[in-house]
Structure formats: structure tokens, C-alpha cells
């Protein structure tokens, strides 16, 4: 068990014995990235499962961020786009945690799709955050990210971690101009995870209608405390389009279309 989990529990424990309320011991108690759940992390146990979560470590150079049931909801998301016509994208990659984890999962080699994975591979971009996302921090959180090392700016890293996929397509380049500049056909599968509001609204507006029907929306940030303004602008585009996003514990948002 990790510290913050350990702490997350110990809070919980005394917030429920002030409120007089008795937690028993279950086996199997999930708490990390922000989710603490008594009910059955069962998935964790699965040996497909854990191979694909330790295929995105090591796209991390061994850095566990610690959020399996993130990845479990993106393994799932991904499967059920594989129900319909189309390639995949993932729009914010990094270090290719979640991608690769997916591609480990679906045997990618075996099917042939294009995997493509859209980043400025320097950091976000600075200039697209709203004056809204300032007031919010989320540009000073994104500049200390950038001086921590936190982003993956090093291309070569990226391309050696992606070789033994067929059709994994690293695009470089900032969302929306980049967009533009490349051919994509029909979209079974979009991951969304840019930290920024701008980027994101232009990514789901321009791939909507590429969707297949059936197709996977799966959004990292949508209901993490600090990214309202991404919640926000996901939201009024999804509702122009007559859908609704499905918040999850996790912090996640899914989309089917």
C-alpha cells in the first residue's frame, strides 16, 4: 500500500467514526488517483490485465503513477471500439502510458488499425489556456509540470517505445493546426487528454463526425477538481451534438456515439 492510500483510508476511517459510522475490513480495498471504492478491484488480479498496465510503465521509464482503474476504464473503452469501423487516436500522449497499455492489451500487431498519437512531444502550449484556466492555475500547474520534467519532450524516446507496433502513427504537432495536415478516415476509438480546455473542444469538434457510430469519446480530465473549464467546454460541444458525457469516479468522461 502507497502513503497516500494509506492516508486516504486513515481519513476516511476518522471522518466515519466522528460521523459514528463503522467501516469493517473488507479485503481488496481500492484507493488511489483519487478513487476509494470497498467494492471489487477485481481486474487488478486479471494476467491480461496486469501485463498491459506494466507495458505503460515502461513507456514511463518505470514511473507508476498509480491509477490502474483508469487504465482499466481505457482497456474497456478501447475493446468496445474495436466493435466498429475505424482507426484510433489519441489526442495528448506523453510518455505513451494509456496507449501503449492498450495496444499490449489488443494484441495491436494483429489488427490493422492505425493507432495515431498526436502530441507536441515539447509540453502543452502555453498561449491556449484561457484567462479563465490562469484564474484557475492551471498555467502555473503546467509550467511546473514542464520545469519538473514532467512532459516527455525527447522524440527518439517516443519512437523507440512505439517500434514494435505496426500502424502506430506519432504525429507531432499542436491541436487544432495539426489536425488539418493529416488524412484520417473513419475513428472507432478518441482519447482526450491535452489538459486544456482549447485543444480539446477543437479535437472532439473535429473528429465527431468522423466517429463511427458505436465509436469510444474517452476524456482523462472530466471531472478532476482544477479542469472545470475543460468539463465545461467538452460539455457545451457534446450537448451541440446531442450527446451527454458519462462522469466517472475515476475522473474520466466517456462518450459513446
Known sequence: MNRSSRVIKTLIRALSEKLGVRILKVRGRYAQDGLFTLHSDHFRADPAFRSAYRRGVQASHSVDPGFEWRVHVALWAARTGLRVEGDFVECGVNAGFVSSAIMKKLQWNTLGRRFYLIDTFTGP?????????????????????????????????????????????????????????????????????????????????????????GAVVLLDDYAYYGHECQRDAIDGAARAKGAEVLSLPTGQGVIIK
Open 125 to 213: 502550449v502555453l498561449t491556449q489556456y484561457s484567462q479563465k484556466e490562469v484564474q484557475n492555475q492551471r498555467l502555473i500547474v503546467a509550467r511546473h509540470a514542464l520545469e519538473a520534467g514532467a512532459y516527455v519532450t525527447d522524440l527518439d524516446r517516443i519512437r523507440t517505445n512505439f517500434a514494435e507496433w505496426q500502424n502506430a502513427i506519432i504525429v507531432q504537432g499542436a491541436v487544432p493546426e495539426i489536425l488539418g495536415r493529416v488524412e484520417f478516415g473513419a475513428v472507432a476509438f478518441l482519447h482526450l487528454d491535452m489538459n486544456c480546455a482549447l485543444p480539446e473542444r477543437t479535437a472532439f469538434e473535429f473528429f465527431w463526425d468522423r466517429l463511427s457510430a
